[in-house]
C-alpha cells in the first residue's frame, strides 16, 4: 500500500503578487522619471554615508527613522529634490534598510553606492498612485496620467509601485497586490503523484518518469550575433552617438534571450507543477559550480536557480509540495535498482552498466530515480 506524506509547517495568509505593465510615458514625463531616478538615488547615497559615518564616529548606525527626519533640511540645501514626490525619496531611505536588514542576516551582499551608471534605475511610489483599467492609464503623484498596457486586471489591496527603466530604454511598472486570500493548505502526495527533477546541461531537465526537456540553449544560438554586436561596440569612440547605438544593439540582444529564457521557464514550471502533487529537487552548488569556466557559460545559460525560484513560488501559491534533498547525496552514482555505488563514475560516462545487478543506466535518469527515492525517505526531507 502507497504511502502518504503530508509536509508540516505553518500556513502564511495574505498572498502577495506583482503584476507588471509596460508603461509609455511622453517626453516631459520621462525627464520627470530621470529625476526621480536620480533623486532616489542621490538619497540612497546620503543615507549610505551618513550610516557609516555614523557607526565609524558612535559605534551605531542611524536609523532609517532618523534618516527621514533629516529628509526636510536636505531638501532645503538641494532645492531641486522638492519637485520629486516625498513617499520616493523615503522610499530610498526603506530600501536602504532592507539591504542592510539582507547582509545581517545572510551575511553577504554589503549594501554599495548606486551609480548613474547602472542601465537599471528605479523608484518607488508608496500610495496616492491611480490605476484605471478601462482608459489604459494610471496616475503616478508629480507626474500624471501615463499611457499603459493594462493587459491584465486584479483584484485585491494595491501595496506599493516601482517605476523602473530596462537598458533598452523601456519603462515599467510593477504593482504589488494584497488579495487578501490564505495560502492554500499543503496537499498530500504519495509516491505516484511525485516527480523529481535533475537538471542538467545536454538535457535541461530529466524527470523521474524518464522524460527529458531539451534544454533550448537560447545564449549560445545567439552568441555569433553576440560577439559581432560586441566587436562593432569595441571599435566605436567613446561617447559618440555610434557608441550609444551600439550598446543599445547589444542590449536589446541581451533582453530577447532574457525573455526567450524566462518564459521557456515559466511555461515548463507551470506545467510541473499542475501536473504533480510533489516535486523532488536536489540542492546545488550554482556559485561553486560556476567557477568551473569550462562549464560556467552553458551553467548560466540554464539558470537553475532561477528555474527552481519559479517553481518555489508556484508551488506555494498552489498548495503543492516542494522536497530537496542534501547537496552531498550521492544520486548519480548509486545504482537505483540494487544500490551499488560506482565510485569511478566521471562527468564524461553518460551511460554506465551496474557491476551487480548489470542494469544499464541512462545517467541522468539513474539520478532522477534516486532523487524521488531520497526526497520521499522522511530521514532525508530538508527543512521539515
Keep these: 500500500m502507497d504511502k502518504t506524506y503530508i509536509l508540516s509547517g505553518s500556513i502564511l495568509t495574505g498572498m502577495l503578487k506583482a503584476c507588471r505593465y509596460r508603461i509609455y ?3 516631459e514625463q520621462r525627464e520627470l522619471f530621470f529625476k526621480h531616478f536620480g533623486a532616489c538615488r542621490f538619497v540612497y547615497n546620503w543615507a549610505l554615508e551618513n550610516k557609516l559615518k555614523s557607526y565609524e ?7 532609517g527613522f532618523s534618516l527621514n527626519k533629516m529628509l526636510p533640511g536636505l531638501k532645503d540645501e538641494h532645492v531641486w529634490l522638492k519637485d520629486v514626490y516625498s513617499q520616493s525619496l523615503q522610499g530610498a531611505t526603506l ?3 532592507n539591504a542592510f536588514t539582507h547582509f545581517f542576516r545572510e551575511k553577504k551582499g554589503f549594501p554599495k553606492f548606486k551609480s548613474r551608471k547602472n542601465p537599471v534605475q528605479s523608484f518607488s511610489v508608496p500610495q496616492h498612485y491611480v490605476v484605471d483599467f478601462d482608459a489604459h492609464k494610471i496616475r503616478l503623484p508629480k507626474i500624471g496620467w501615463i499611457k499603459t498596457k493594462l493587459h491584465r486586471r486584479y483584484e485585491g489591496a494595491e501595496k506599493s ?6 537598458p533598452t530604454g523601456q519603462f515599467y511598472i510593477n504593482i504589488l497586490v494584497d488579495d487578501g486570500l490564505d495560502y492554500p493548505e499543503k496537499q498530500p502526495f504519495d509516491e505516484k503523484t511525485t516527480v523529481d527533477i535533475d537538471v542538467g546541461i545536454k538535457d535541461f531537465a ?13 545564449l549560445k544560438n545567439s552568441l555569433l550575433r553576440m560577439k559581432a554586436l560586441q566587436r562593432r561596440l569595441s571599435r566605436k569612440q567613446r561617447g559618440s552617438n555610434n557608441r550609444e547605438k551600439s550598446k543599445l544593439s547589444v542590449a536589446k540582444l541581451h533582453e530577447k534571450i532574457s525573455n526567450q529564457r524566462n518564459d521557456f521557464q515559466h511555461k515548463i514550471s507551470f506545467r510541473l507543477i499542475c501536473e504533480n502533487q510533489a516535486i523532488a529537487l536536489e540542492t546545488l552548488n550554482v556559485a561553486g559550480m560556476l567557477k568551473n569556466h569550462r562549464l560556467a557559460q552553458h551553467i548560466a545559460d540554464a539558470s537553475w536557480s532561477s528555474f527552481v525560484t519559479k517553481l518555489e513560488y508556484k508551488a506555494q501559491r498552489q498548495g503543492k509540495n516542494i522536497l530537496r534533498i542534501g547537496r552531498f547525496e550521492p544520486s548519480t552514482r548509486i545504482c537505483s535498482v540494487c544500490g551499488h555505488y560506482n565510485g569511478g563514475l566521471t562527468l564524461a560516462d553518460r551511460d554506465w552498466v551496474c557491476p551487480d545487478c548489470n542494469t544499464n543506466h541512462d545517467r541522468d535518469v539513474n539520478a532522477a530515480i534516486n532523487i524521488k527515492k531520497f526526497a520521499l525517505d522522511r530521514q532525508n526531507l530538508i527543512g521539515v
Design 25 to 27: 510615458p511622453n517626453k
Design 57 to 63: 564616529s558612535d559605534g551605531k548606525s542611524i536609523s
Design 95 to 97: 530600501n536602504l534598510e
Design 161 to 166: 509601485a516601482t517605476v523602473s527603466i530596462t
Design 206 to 218: 530529466v524527470l523521474s518518469s524518464g522524460k527529458k526537456i531539451n534544454n533550448p540553449r537560447h
